[in-house]
Every structure is written in C-alpha cells, then in structure tokens.
C-alpha cells in the first residue's frame, strides 16, 4: 500500500495569514493526489482532485501544487471558515489511502 | 442534488453481525463508483472497499481487512456493508462515498460525495 505522510500534524495561524500543508507519498503517484476539509462532527468535503484542480465552489485562495512523490495545499488570506482538518489523499492506484490529517486551529 | 444518506448508529456487542445501508439519490446509480471510509481517532480515515453498480455482476476491490462484505441493491439505489462477526476493532465513524468519475478518466478514486456518517459502536 502506499504511505501518506502529512506534515505538519497541527498548525495555527492568524486569519488573514497564508499556509502550507505538506504530504508526502512513500512511491511516486505521479498528480494523483486529493485535498480534504473536514470539520467536527462532519464528513470530509473534497476540495482539489488531480493535485491542483479545483472542486466547483471551492474558493480561489485554496491551491494544490507537486507530483511525485511531494504535495502542497496552501490557504492564502485565511479565512474564519477555513479552521479545520485538512486531509491528503493517493488516487493514483488502489487500495486508497490518506494522509493522518493537519488540524488548523486560530491563534 | 447528490446524496447520500445514511443508516443510523448502531450499539453491537462482540461477535454479532450488522448491516448497515447507504441510499443515493440525485443522480445515476448505475454510473459512479460507490463505496465506504471508516473514521477511527487511532488510524484516521481509512478506505474499505468500492463497488461499480453499472456491471451485472458487480465487483468491488476490497481493501485487504476483515470479514467484511460490500453490496448494493440497484433496484433502490442502495448500497451496504456488512459484517458476519464484530469486533471491538470494528468500532468506527463508517462513511458512504461516491467517486468522482471513471477510473478510464482517472477520477473513480477522487471522493465527491459522502454521506453524514453512520457510527459504529462495538462494545461488550
């Protein structure tokens, strides 16, 4: 199975402040790769598909970036929605798997 | 408008069994992927299986764990996992997805849709 490393494991940041979430796949996964937003008590929403596209309706101040083995998720201009638990995703073959979650709390 | 809409939470004991459904609606069964994540504190989101409604004879890929089984039911436009003995282990936040598109296009394992969660207690 391949591994999903994310890091770092919690964040905290001001509104308005940007951020970058790492993930790191243990195989080359070439851009298959998925960013999650969840918050508490609620499923996971999916945000970016094939490393950088963006779902319909997800804000411009969210993008996804890498390919390989190397991915990045960073919020500009963080907004008060936007504190939750962010999740990585390996689409690239089966079975899939996911990253252990960034929590971004407001400092 | 896409959903999916879960059963409610179930309380087992060890070794029992357990059904649990997940009911689509809003677009075509038949065409999309469906499937089921589970959420514990301990491991995290984890991928179960994965089931194409559009074949006969559906088929899934399963995850390799447990004494599981996926199923749907076309004709309601439902799909269920089971189990045939619980385990302690087995206790979760078990969630109904929906691929995005195609595994031809690449995007079967991009999940779209979830369903609000369905929690799984088992405990003697």
């Known amino acids: 199975d391949i591994q999903m490393t994310q890091f770092p494991s919690s964040l905290s940041a001001f509104i308005g402040d940007r951020v970058t979430i790492s993930c790191r796949a243990s195989?080359?996964?070439?851009?298959?790769l998925a960013w999650y937003q969840q918050k508490p008590g609620k499923a996971p929403n999916l945000l970016i598909y094939?490393?950088?596209n963006l779902r319909g309706g997800v804000p411009l101040r969210f993008r996804g970036s890498g390919s390989g083995t190397y991915f990045t998720l960073t919020i500009t201009s963080l907004q008060p929605e936007d504190f939750a638990t962010y999740f990585c995703?390996?689409?690239?073959?089966?079975?899939?798997?996911f990253g252990q979650g960034t929590r971004l709390e407001i400092k | 408008e896409v959903r999916l809409v879960q059963s409610g939470a179930e309380v087992k004991k060890p070794g029992e069994s357990l059904k649990i459904s997940c009911k689509a609606s809003?677009?075509?069964?038949?065409?999309?992927?469906i499937g089921w994540v589970r959420q514990t504190p301990a491991k995290g989101l984890e991928w179960m299986a994965f089931?194409?409604?559009?074949?006969?004879?559906?088929r899934y890929k399963p995850a390799p764990q447990g004494q599981v089984t996926i199923s749907v039911d076309k004709s309601i436009n439902t799909a269920y996992l089971q189990w045939s003995s619980l385990q302690a282990s087995d206790t979760a936040i078990y969630y109904c997805?929906?691929?995005?598109?195609?595994?031809?296009?690449?995007?079967?394992?991009?999940?779209?849709?979830w369903g609000q969660g369905s929690l799984v207690t088992v405990s003697s």
């Open positions: 089931f194409w409604p559009g074949e006969p004879d559906p």
């Open positions: 094939d490393t950088s």
């Open positions: 997805v929906r691929g995005l598109g195609y595994c031809s296009d690449g995007l079967c394992r991009y999940l779209d849709h």
């Open positions: 195989q080359s996964i070439s851009t298959g």
């Open positions: 809003g677009y075509d069964f038949r065409d999309y992927w």
């Open positions: 995703q390996q689409a690239d073959s089966f079975p899939i798997t």
